[in-house]
């Protein structure tokens, strides 16, 4: 029985070898073949990562601050200086509106072999925290249980 048990688990291990040898073959003899279906099968994903926008957020404070100002709130009899005033405040506008800045975006290309290899590490991170979980408390169970049974073993003398 063992002997067929050591034998499954050789050739589970020579398959896995087997495998790994026919791809670095075709890596040798056909690279483009392994580069197009590698890129089909795992293709790369941009991620946008950090945005660099403290630049925009002032400028945008600035505008706030223009845009607080009323006309109704001048009181101003003659025509001719409101138009003014007008055309000064069209000016301001125009001038911010010329120094726009720029959002620089940080984006990073991952390919989705490494997402999945990312997924499924934690994945098995999470079954081994489950896992710990779960021997922690069957321990402490044990632990209690062997106290219990040294305190009722001292009872009885």
């Not at 946008?48 to 009899?77: C, E, G, M, P």
């Not at 000016?91 to 290899?117: C, F, G, W």
Request: proline share 3%; hydrophobic share 40%; aromatic share 10%.
């Amino acid at each position: 029985m063992r002997v067929i048990i050591l034998l499954l688990l050789l050739s589970g291990c020579y398959s896995v070898k087997k495998a790994e040898r026919q791809i670095n073959k075709a890596q040798i003899n056909y690279p483009e073949v392994v580069a197009t279906k590698s890129a089909l099968w795992y293709p790369c994903i941009p991620i946008k990562t950090t945005s660099d926008s403290s630049q925009y957020k002032s400028w945008f404070d600035t505008i706030n601050v223009l845009n607080d100002l009323r006309i109704d709130t001048i009181h101003q009899a003659d025509t001719i200086e409101l138009l003014k005033y007008n055309q000064r405040l069209v000016y301001i506008y125009r001038n911010i509106y010329k120094n726009l800045p720029v959002i620089h975006d940080t984006i990073v290309k991952q390919s989705m072999a490494e997402r999945t290899i990312i997924e499924q590490m934690i994945s098995e991170r999470e079954q081994a925290h489950k896992k710990y979980d779960n021997s922690t408390k069957l321990n402490l169970w044990l632990l209690m249980a062997l106290l219990i049974s040294i305190i009722a073993h001292f009872f009885r003398k």
